[in-house]
């Protein structure tokens, strides 16, 4: 009986404080059971007299029963720190002569009277420090909100400038078409008429043409008998009829070239009279300037009918280049200028919705920064642009491309804003390069650190508006 009475103040001073525990724990896990055991807590099975826990001795593969000695490698101690936050320390810690007031600031982690209690000190630091946190955080807020308000204004805007191209891209594709079938029968008429304008001339020269077809053969055979009288007749032959006969061809012979060179300098002088009304004809039908009646181009035409005729062989041939010359006519350029303007339009149109589907990260937050920051870090300096370019600088202000801005997201662990920056220049013997920007809530945009963890793959911390998150 009297040693029931001895254990019993000893169980209940184990339930009320153990040094080491924290106060859940110690009214949850670190209680004897029925028969005064411990349990160990990562394996209930394994159970010691509960007046061994602390006893500077490890019975606990997790260290569990040795909270407030040195004892276990693997166990932590609960340091209360009252009027500031808790914390745990390793074990191996504890009663080492080390003060560790960065976590254990109440000193708890020493035997009482070796490291005092700055709790009160960390507490207050920790307050200016929160509420400079708030302020920040706050201010960042309010810059942030500042950029997203930006970012969806230009969003809207692109939004609004796609919709405006593609109708002017519909609109000019209507209006071509207009013009390609415009052109059609504008072409086809215009030739229409200036076919039924040269139809006369052209019927007038058919005919010629078999007449001095005829005439032509029976020229051939005059002249081969003229040619067979003249050399074979008998000179001294007294016949005064073929004597002239025969004079007078020989004058034919002897002026014959000089006739045909006569006739080719006057073709030559045809040539480029008719050339001239031809081209005339073609650039006033085009463009529309004149009438078809007989104050205008038939009248001229008739003017020059005989010259026409005169170059009938020449007519056909024309036709083709009249042809072609309607075709390159006002509409011809208009519709060539509206194609122009329509490839131009249509390539617009695709910039601008490659931008708008282009990631800028949440919320859109960086499509507004085009801005750059730059820091100097050893003998370079970090050219940093939002969605451009980030560059390292020598001091001969020599850059090298790290990366171009690819994406931009949050990291759900850490909260940092994380934008990723590819393609750069190729290392020397080395990879392309690349970079890592890991951004932090911020009032300024500011590179913290550069690093290069990996061969010519770079790690940058920074702080920017633009991370901060409620």
């Given at each position: 009986m009297k040693s029931i009475l001895i254990a019993l103040p000893a169980t209940c001073l184990a339930l009320e404080s153990i040094r080491g525990v924290s106060p859940d724990l110690l009214k949850s896990k670190y209680q004897p059971d029925k028969d005064g055991y411990f349990h160990?807590?990562?394996?209930?099975?394994?159970?010691?007299?509960?007046?061994?826990?602390?006893?500077?001795?490890?019975?606990?593969?997790?260290?569990?029963d040795e909270p407030g000695t040195s004892a276990c490698s693997n166990g932590r101690f609960y340091c209360i720190n009252e009027g500031f936050l808790p914390h745990y320390i390793p074990s191996a810690w504890v009663d080492d002569g080390v003060c560790d007031?960065?976590?254990?600031?109440?000193?708890?982690?020493?035997?009482?009277?070796?490291?005092?209690?700055?709790?009160?000190?960390?507490?207050?630091?920790?307050?200016?420090?929160?509420?400079?946190?708030e302020e920040k955080l706050k201010k960042g807020l309010q810059l942030k909100s500042k950029i997203l308000e930006k970012s969806r204004e230009q969003r809207q805007i692109l939004v609004q400038e796609v919709e405006a191209i593609s109708g002017q891209v519909v609109e000019m594709e209507n209006r071509l078409q207009e013009?390609?079938?415009?052109?059609?029968?504008?072409?086809?008429?215009?030739?229409?008429?200036?076919?039924?304008?040269?139809?006369?001339f052209e019927d007038v020269i058919s005919g010629i043409s078999g007449q001095l077809k005829e005439y032509s053969e029976r020229l051939l055979v005059l002249e081969d008998t003229l040619r067979k009288m003249n050399e074979e007749y008998n000179h001294n032959f007294n016949d005064p009829a073929v004597k002239l006969a025969a004079s007078t061809f020989q004058d034919y012979l002897a002026n014959h070239e000089a006739v045909k060179k006569e006739d080719g300098d006057s073709t030559g002088d045809l040539n480029g009279k008719l050339e001239e009304v031809k081209e005339q004809i073609v650039k006033e039908l085009v463009e529309g300037t004149t009438e078809f009646g007989a104050d205008g181009l038939f009248g001229r035409l008739q003017q020059s009918a005989e010259q026409m005729m005169d170059e009938f062989l020449g007519v056909r041939k024309e036709r083709k280049k009249i042809s072609k010359g309607i075709s390159l006519g006002k509409l011809e350029a208009e519709a060539e200028d509206a194609e122009k303007r329509l490839k131009d339009s249509r390539g617009l149109l695709e910039e601008k919705k490659r931008d708008l589907?282009?990631?800028?990260?949440?919320?859109?937050?960086?499509?507004?920064?085009?801005?750059?920051?730059?820091?100097?870090?050893?003998?370079?300096?970090?050219r940093l642009c939002f969605t451009g370019k980030l560059e390292q600088i020598d001091g001969s202000q020599h850059a090298v491309r790290i990366g171009s801005y690819e994406s931009a997201e949050i990291d759900?662990?850490?909260?940092?804003?994380?934008?990723?920056?590819?393609?750069?220049?190729?290392?020397?013997?080395?990879?392309?390069?690349?970079?890592?920007?890991?951004?932090?809530?911020?009032?300024?945009?500011?590179?913290?650190?550069v690093s290069e963890p990996e061969k010519c793959h770079y790690m940058i911390e920074m702080t920017s508006p633009v991370a901060c998150a409620d």
């Open positions: 160990c807590l990562n394996d209930s099975t394994i159970a010691i007299p509960f007046s061994k826990v602390n006893d500077d001795y490890c019975d606990c593969p997790d260290g569990s007031y960065e976590l254990c600031c109440d000193g708890s982690d020493e035997p009482e009277g070796t490291c005092e209690n700055r709790c009160k000190e960390y507490a207050e630091a920790y307050e200016v420090e929160t509420r400079k946190n013009l390609e079938e415009e052109k059609s029968r504008s072409g086809s008429a215009g030739l229409k008429k200036v076919e039924e304008i040269f139809k006369p589907e282009r990631s800028y990260g949440p919320d859109d937050i960086l499509r507004s920064r085009t801005d750059c920051i730059t820091n100097k870090f050893g003998e370079y300096k970090y759900e662990k850490t909260g940092e804003l994380v934008i990723k920056y590819g393609g750069g220049e190729k290392c020397w013997n080395g990879p392309i390069r690349g970079a890592e920007v890991r951004a932090v809530c911020g009032v300024k945009d500011e590179i913290l650190t």
